[in-house]
């Protein structure tokens, strides 16, 4: 299981950490990616780690405000999220999969049926 939290309503230009925690498994061999949507909108992901090498990848509009990290210690990976603007409300989601991050650079991507876990979606609203 997947428990994402850490969602809220901020102004924009605000910070907040969402965290991402798993239970029953470990985050050691899996990939983590964080998915916002809106209502009317697929789910996008937004940013992801790799299992492994730790590599980070981030979707463009959130390049250089968002910053993906994982403690495996606490089994727990987090996005912090700066400078928040009001197209970035959405709930967000975490999913893990057990192959390494594709990057956000192909126009096609992984369809969401191939993460073996989703938390629940946590709530962010940032107001103008």
């Known amino acids: 299981q997947l428990q994402a939290s850490g969602g809220g309503l901020v102004q924009a230009g605000g910070s907040l950490r969402l965290s991402c925690v798993a239970s029953?498994?470990?985050?050691?061999?899996?990939?983590v990616e964080w998915f916002r949507q809106v209502p009317g909108k697929e789910r996008e992901g937004v940013s992801c780690?790799?299992?492994?090498?730790?590599?980070?990848y981030y979707e463009g509009s959130v390049k250089g405000r968002f910053t993906i990290s994982s403690d495996n210690a606490k089994n727990t990976v987090y996005l912090q999220m700066n400078s928040l603007k009001p197209e970035d409300t959405a709930v967000y989601y975490c999913a893990a999969i057990l192959f390494d991050c594709e990057g956000y650079d192909e126009p096609e991507r992984r369809p969401t049926d191939e993460y073996d876990y989703w938390g629940q979606g946590t709530e962010v609203t940032v107001s103008s």
């Open positions: 780690i790799s299992s492994g090498d730790g590599s980070t």
């Open positions: 029953g498994f470990s985050f050691d061999d899996y990939s």
